[in-house]
């Protein structure tokens, strides 16, 4: 299970979605013809409305995700699989169909953020500045040794995740996401309280030191490459 960390207006908020859920009260559901992009309004409060995530890791980078992965992943929230209290309200059988999440998916996957820092004018404010370089689908240099994270990479790694990092099939593309996030979920795999693959709740991370997981962290944002469109 993934660690549930919600306070302030987003406990309030789960709360209250889940007492209406409760009482049979469904989230509206979107009329006839609306596309991954309207369904997507509702996620946008939390992962951005280009689907690139929010409060630095916190939500994570959704945009040029695999569609295949993003589908999995809805689908285990709605059935339970993976426990994240705040997705509950909107992953239920009965507020998020199958056609709703293949729907979403396909339009996040196909989304493609930026991967160049953005050019400012001397007018442009913090806030527009900010929230520009939020939707660059690149993130910081991790401290790490680089050259044993791309060692452990390319020898456990690649063969879920690709050699370029972008996944492949349910496998999810690491490159551009947040470290704070991907760093999270690896102590959520570690703590068995998340399953890291198919054979159950421990994995390849169960035999590596802390130290190779933080140089793995920092392999995977030294290989990103700021002149390619991430792909799907």
């Excluded at 169960?206 to 793995?216: F, P, S, V, Y």
């Amino acid at each position: 299970m993934e660690p549930v960390r919600i306070n302030g207006a987003t406990l309030r908020t789960a709360i209250a979605l889940a007492l209406l859920a409760a009482a049979g009260v469904a989230w509206p559901a979107a009329p006839a013809g609306d596309s991954g992009k309207d369904i997507n309004g509702v996620c946008a409060a939390c992962h951005g409305e280009f689907g690139q995530g929010g409060k630095r890791g916190e939500y994570p980078r959704l945009a040029g995700q695999r569609a295949a992965y993003l589908k999995d992943q809805l689908k285990s929230f709605r059935a339970r699989k993976r426990i994240n209290i705040p997705m509950y309200p909107y992953t239920q059988e009965r507020e998020l169909s199958d056609e709703d999440i293949d729907s979403v998916s396909e339009y996040l996957a196909a989304i493609q953020l930026p991967t160049k820092w953005p050019e400012f004018k001397d007018s442009d404010d913090a806030l527009t500045r900010l929230e520009a370089v939020e939707k660059v689908m690149i993130v910081p240099r991790a401290e790490g040794d680089i050259g044993n994270g791309k060692n452990i990479y390319q020898k456990e790694c690649f063969s879920c995740h690709a050699r370029d990092g972008r996944g492949r099939g349910k496998f999810p593309m690491l490159v551009g996401q947040y470290t704070s996030y991907l760093k999270k979920q690896a102590d959520s795999y570690l703590k068995g309280e998340r399953p890291h693959d198919e054979e159950g709740t421990t994995g390849i991370l169960n035999k590596l030191k802390e130290q190779d997981i933080l140089d793995i962290l920092a392999y995977l944002t030294s290989i990103q490459d700021p002149e390619r469109a991430e792909g799907k």
